[in-house]
């Protein structure tokens, strides 16, 4: 009985305990958002974005509405313009031993006094431990959008990871 306890005992540290790592580098490649829900000028937006995460900070190398207006408007809700856009986020994200990340994700977009926040039910991927770059990455949750008249609503989101060339 006592070889059996301290066999548990070394499977459990060689395991880990089903510990987890936080991920601290980048995430790699670009990401496409599709949101659906809202109504009007509060609905219907889809973007591209590049980003890396630095502790829990996301920063922002780009952010692409794929329905922006060449007039200068997605509806009215966004006269989106890379100066006029204030892009910020956090993610907080943990692998486990089996290098299966998990965690959260907020990202928030202002522009013409209206804001985009995006908050994730789920994130998952696979991350690369050579590296510390996740793969595979999808994000699921939910969305707002508040601001000027008609550019006030909330629906839901799938945000995909391309390729992560890093």
């Known amino acids: 009985m006592k070889e059996v306890a301290i066999l548990l005992l070394v499977v459990f540290m060689l395991n880990g305990c089903g510990s987890t790592n936080t991920v601290q580098a980048g995430v790699g490649g670009i990401w496409q958002a599709v949101l659906s829900g809202g109504e009007g000028d509060a609905s219907g937006f889809s973007f591209n974005t590049q980003f890396t995460v630095s502790g829990a900070a996301l920063s922002f190398s780009s952010l692409q509405f794929l329905n922006f207006d060449q007039n200068g408007s997605q509806g009215s809700c966004f006269p989106l313009s890379p100066e ?83």
């Open 84 to 166: 006029l856009s204030s892009d910020t986020g956090t993610a907080n994200l943990s692998y486990n031993s089996a290098d299966q990340v998990t965690g959260t994700m907020m990202l928030t977009v202002t522009s013409g006094g209206n804001s985009l926040v995006l908050t994730s039910t789920t994130v998952t991927g696979t991350i690369n431990t050579n590296n510390s770059v996740l793969s595979g990455g999808v994000v699921t949750g939910t969305w707002t959008v508040t601001g000027s008249t008609g550019c006030n609503g909330s629906g839901v989101f799938t945000m995909t990871q391309s390729a992560s060339n890093v």
